[in-house]
């Protein structure tokens, strides 16, 4: 087995490579280039490589093996076709998060012109078709099925769906000349979930058709294994992180926090069982390893739109808050800064008004991501009181949070902008962690954790705790 590897991540703004040992675990260096998904996406891999083995001077690193993860140009984009929202809807959406894939889109019930529509103009990567449990309902899906095989979509099709008629849907979709792909459906018991059979199916289709399509081919055949999706990585690093390995104590339960330039992701390990007697679990069970991906929030791509959300004031609040941008900022326009980001999407802060207003977007973006994944309480309200019923994950008790990111590893003040993923008074019913512990991914290597603990975990693990620091 080989001792040193190259881990690269093809970003949506930066390609990163981290050279690593593995006996004994040491960081050789670590560079970035900005991504060229736009012309050839290996040129901006190799500008990387050059400047890690220019500041390392081991020429050795080029036949080192190479291990890689994409998220370039916006990552997989998935929209989920099921039948009821929090049923076969729900469990096509986290088979497909689970897979490292960007929902984009999730439909339910019979698909009206309308969301044919929407649906074309998402225009994704691949579409999960689920529906109805084993002998269940058959009309809607089908009745679905025959208006997606008269679309416009080129994309595959993933089928987990009632197996008493996903054969069937596969045919009415090969018939109109779409690539469909039958899997074990994803609810095949009302309350009981199988969703390990879709997310192969769509890391096969990643594997297959979404390298071509971002220009990775070129670059498939210099790596020892598939490209897989950057989120995927990210996700088996932290359940490794979580649980540990070999001689390697992990962390425990723990939430995962990955603001990016193009979504701000959120991974959480724990089982989130309610933590309090009076609450009632309802809904589908959640994952003990959950991911969640927020298209909205990236801190570049749509920093107009989280400006819009949270609007000026509470942007200024928090860079001031932060202690960054407190005095020339004031008269900066912030509307045109923040859509300058937007524009240009691999612009680094510069200035301490740049530097605070980066700090108030992540700070946002973590607020709003973070309550998204946690579960919340909902009061039913009944003739003989009051009952509490828990939707989602109670992750009031997690100990530890942990941040990773550019703005977490080379931004200001790392601090608040965490500190959004903490429970707070003003919203009681969102149940995110009270009082844990922070530490931060200093050296951003999440990605290569998660990459190297599919062939050495025990040395992923202690690598993790190399870049881990408390803030």
Known sequence: MSNTYLLIDFG?????VTAVECNPTAILGRAQSPTTVSTDIALGMETAIEILIRSTGRTDLLYATKLACSSAAGGLRLVVCGLVPRLTSEAGRRAALGAGAKVVGVFSYILSCDDIEAIEELSPDILLLAGGTDGGDRKVVLANSHSLAASKLTCPFVVAANQSVASELVRVLEAAGKDARKVANVMPEFGRLEVEPAREAI???FIERIVKAKGLQGVQQH?????IPTPMAVLRGAEILSEGYGSEIGLGDLLLVDVGGATTDVDSVASGNPTDPGIQARGLPE??????????????FNAGHILEMAGESSLRAHALLAGI????GEAIDLANHVAELGREVSTLPNGSFACGIDV?????AVEYAVSRHAGCIEVMHLGDGDVSLLRGKDLRKVATVVGTGGIMAYGHNPRHVLAGAFYSNTQPLSLRPVAP????????????TGLLAEVQPEAAVRLQKIS???I
């Open 287 to 300: 994952p003990h390893a959950k991911r969640t991906v927020e298209g909205d929030l990236g801190i570049r």
């Open 325 to 328: 941008g407190e005095a020339a």
């Open 360 to 364: 108030a977007l992540a700070r946002t």
């Open 12 to 16: 949506s703004t930066f390609t990163k």
């Open 223 to 227: 790596l020892s294994s598939p490209i």
């Open 437 to 448: 512990r922070m530490l931060v991914d200093s050296l951003y290597i999440f990605y290569a």
């Open 468 to 470: 881990l620091r408390e």
């Open 203 to 205: 890391r096969n289709v």
